[in-house]
């Protein structure tokens, strides 16, 4: 069965840090860009990172840009998204998702499929 | 950043009503255009990709239309497992964007 399986997730005080982790299951990461979404409470959708097949390329979103790092362990299956300087706006719940192509803006269409089940993050003092 | 605006944000519809959920982008993003599908306490599902293929698994009462900035989803014959909230979702530049969602509830 192809999945991915989130793990990290918890609750932090502002300033600290915390690290998501994703492993895939069913097939392998190493072709495929790959992403985190978040999603606040009662909110809609909003994507956080990306990064390419070999790690080569990482994109971000404004709001998390320098505070955030997307990295993947193509060894281990398993990508990542170390959260520093977390903010009390950063509580979410994480997603991780697989691109279906190997990097994004490329010019050809990408999609998300499948997504990992979700990881709660919490920031308050 | 290309702003994604979806409309209507919430509707009403009884089961077999057709269902129509528009995605305007604020500038043209060819067909770099998804619609997810999101149930309460779940994940995300991927519906339509490259604004109007059907993902393997989906049911065939739902498709996409659109380019450039005007998409459509579509729901045919709305069953009781399709009550959920529906996003779309640019790829064409960063930062990838998602639409503010459509709740489809039941009448």
């Known amino acids: 069965q192809v999945q991915l399986v989130g793990s990290g997730g918890g609750v932090v005080q502002p300033g600290r840090s915390l690290r998501l982790s994703c492993t895939a299951s069913?097939?392998?990461?190493?072709?495929?860009?790959l992403h985190w979404v978040r999603q606040p409470p009662g909110k809609g959708l909003e994507w956080v990172a990306a990064i390419s097949y070999d790690g080569g390329k990482t994109y971000y979103a404004d709001s998390v840009k320098g505070r955030f790092t997307i990295s993947r362990d193509n060894s281990k299956n398993s990508f990542y998204l170390q959260m520093d300087s977390l903010r009390t706006e950063d509580t979410a719940i994480y997603y991780c998702?697989?691109?279906?192509?190997?990097?994004?803006?490329?010019?050809?269409?990408?999609?998300?499929?499948?997504w990992g089940q979700g990881d709660r993050v919490t920031v308050s003092s | 950043d290309i702003q994604m605006t979806q409309s209507p944000s919430s509707l009403s519809a009884s089961i077999e009503d057709r269902v129509t959920i528009t995605c305007r982008a604020s500038?043209?993003?060819?067909?770099?255009l998804n619609w997810y599908q999101q149930k309460p306490g779940r994940a995300p599902r991927l519906l339509i990709y490259?604004?109007?293929s059907l993902q393997t698994g989906v049911p065939a009462r739902f498709s996409g239309s659109g380019s450039g900035t005007d998409f459509t989803l579509t729901i045919n014959s709305l069953q009781p497992e399709d009550f959920a909230t529906y996003y779309c979702q640019q790829t064409y530049s960063t930062p990838l964007t998602f639409g503010g969602g459509t709740k489809v509830a039941i009448k």
């Open positions: 490259a604004a109007s």
């Open positions: 069913g097939f392998t990461l190493v072709t495929y860009a």
């Open positions: 998702a697989r691109d279906l192509h190997f990097d994004i803006l490329t010019g050809y269409p990408n999609w998300f499929d499948p």
């Open positions: 500038q043209s993003i060819g067909s770099h």
